[in-house]
């Protein structure tokens, strides 16, 4: 008798367990786009010199997408996130946009919303001081930062008001887009962009990240409505125009509404890819011979790769798709080791600083070196009291997956090592987000040199990078209860 009233209460444990874990959570889901486009010519950002743009190619695009999951009445998790067509996050932006739309949105925990960037070298410059900019008939950094501020503002509130119920799913795709940029020669040195033609040419540096991860979501009739995607390259195959461009993600926004409709709404992520290109170094012609022979712009090949791979997911998303998930949005402060300027780093900037000041007209093109090298100096000088870098780090678990994001061009390595180690089915590793971090190079890129490695380039270096992958991944497990390794 006793152990038939134990098995019975075991029984009744496990059914009520069941029924804990099994309790429904509708997810809300809303999505809305916006050109930011400015109507006005514009200077561009991404490269060491003044480019004036007069036309535009394609529009720059910000596209939010709001999440949240509700027991009955009960709020249980939010989050809005904003893809913009743009080189980077400067600092403030973000800020200025949860000052706007906090009494915009009053049910709506404000931390919880980030910005990010698709890394186009061919948007507005937001940022005063980098370039030497025509002050007539030419937008300045500042009217076009609050130009900016406000078109965000609109489609967040939008997107959060067109919050419905619906479903969710997620998938793997393949695309060959990006390219690790750095060749490696016979002396162990590096190069951004390197020669492969040559004898003395030994390897490309490092990894590539061919994964597509992608997250659909759906209306209650199991349509599409938005997705977010996460490629692992910047968009910069046509950086260095003098026209507005959103590279190609613009080319790859207009195939897959094609494929599923003008109105679905395309969250576009740039994952771990701070040594990555879509730029060719080695197989050139046989590349661009296939291009020609289909016809093809080189923005309409990468698009096209991407829109295949996005297909491939959706055959196998569509299947599974999950109208009762897990929301769980964690917003933390961490602080990272910054790289150490040394004594002769500093002084080599601060020569060239006094250098230029004695300049009797600078000459625009340094204006950029300009700015890091007092950056160097500041960063010298400070950095014995104040040796951290402080990042806004948020994780999301949205049922198998997860999301992390990080303000920083961050090498694949570090892209690769979190998702390895996330306890998540997925993991979709968003850079370039909240703030302006700059590069964050691998111990191996930085004995190599070179451009994206230089103490100038990094807030961050690879001590930092350890740390951020060791409080990426803790904080992405954290969220799952199942604490084995298998």
Not at 1 to 21: D, G, K, N, P, Q
Not at 167 to 192: F, I, K, P, Q
Not at 250 to 260: D, V
């Amino acid at each position: 008798m006793r152990r038939r009233i134990l098995l019975t209460a075991c029984l009744l444990t496990s059914v009520l367990s069941f029924a804990m874990e099994s309790v429904a959570s509708e997810l809300l889901v809303g999505a809305a786009s916006v050109s930011i486009t400015p109507s006005q010519p514009v200077a561009l950002s991404g490269q060491r010199y003044t480019r004036v743009a007069r036309e535009v190619e394609s529009p720059v695009t910000a596209t939010a997408l709001a999440i949240e999951t509700r027991d009955g009445d009960t709020v249980l998790d939010q989050a809005i996130m904003i893809s913009c067509d743009l080189v980077a996050i400067r600092d403030g932006i973000q800020e200025r946009l949860r000052e706007r739309v906090k009494s915009r949105l009053p049910d709506f925990d404000i931390d919880k919303l980030f910005l990010s960037a698709t890394h186009t070298h061919t948007a507005p410059v937001t940022r005063e001081g980098v370039y030497v900019i025509p002050k007539e008939g030419v937008i300045q950094p500042v009217e076009y930062v609050e130009f900016l501020i406000k078109r965000l503002e609109d489609a967040v509130v939008r997107a959060w008001q067109n919050r419905r119920p619906g479903g969710v799913s997620w998938a793997l795709g393949h695309a060959l887009v990006a390219h690790n940029r750095r060749a490696v020669y016979a002396d162990g040195s590096a190069r951004m962009y390197g020669k492969t033609d040559g004898p003395s040419f030994r390897a490309i540096e490092g990894y590539e990240d061919h994964y597509v991860d992608v997250l659909f979501f759906f209306n209650a009739d199991r349509e599409v409505t938005a997705m977010a995607i996460n490629v692992a390259c910047p968009s910069q195959e046509v950086e260095g125009r003098h026209a507005v461009n959103a590279d190609f993600w613009h080319e790859a926004r207009l195939m897959l509404h094609r494929r599923f409709g003008k109105d679905v709404q395309v969250l576009a992520w740039t994952g771990a890819g701070g040594d990555q290109s879509p730029h060719l170094m080695w197989y050139e012609r046989a590349e661009e011979r296939m291009r020609t022979l289909r016809k093809l712009t080189r923005l309409e090949e990468i698009a096209r790769r991407i829109d295949l791979a996005v297909d491939e997911a959706y055959q196998g998303a569509k299947q599974d798709i999950r109208f009762d998930v897990t929301l769980i949005h964690h917003v933390k402060s961490v602080q990272l080791p910054v790289r150490m300027v040394t004594e002769k780093e500093s002084a080599e900037a601060k020569a060239f600083c006094d250098a230029v000041a004695n300049e009797e007209k600078l000459d625009p093109r340094k204006c950029l070196e300009r700015m890091w090298s007092q950056q160097t100096v500041d960063r010298y000088e400070r950095q014995s009291t104040n040796p951290y870098y402080t990042m806004e780090l948020h994780t999301i678990r949205l049922g198998d997956v997860a999301i992390c994001a990080n303000p920083f061009e961050l090498y694949t390595e570090y892209g690769v090592r979190i998702k390895a180690r996330s306890k998540a089915v997925q993991t979709f590793v968003v850079q370039l987000a909240c703030a302006s971090g700059a590069y964050l190079p691998t111990e191996e890129a930085v004995r190599g040199g070179h451009y994206s490695t230089a103490v100038y380039s990094n807030l961050v270096g690879p001590e930092g990078g350890n740390v951020l992958v060791d409080q990426t991944v803790e904080a992405i497990n954290a969220m799952w209860e199942d604490n084995s390794d298998e």
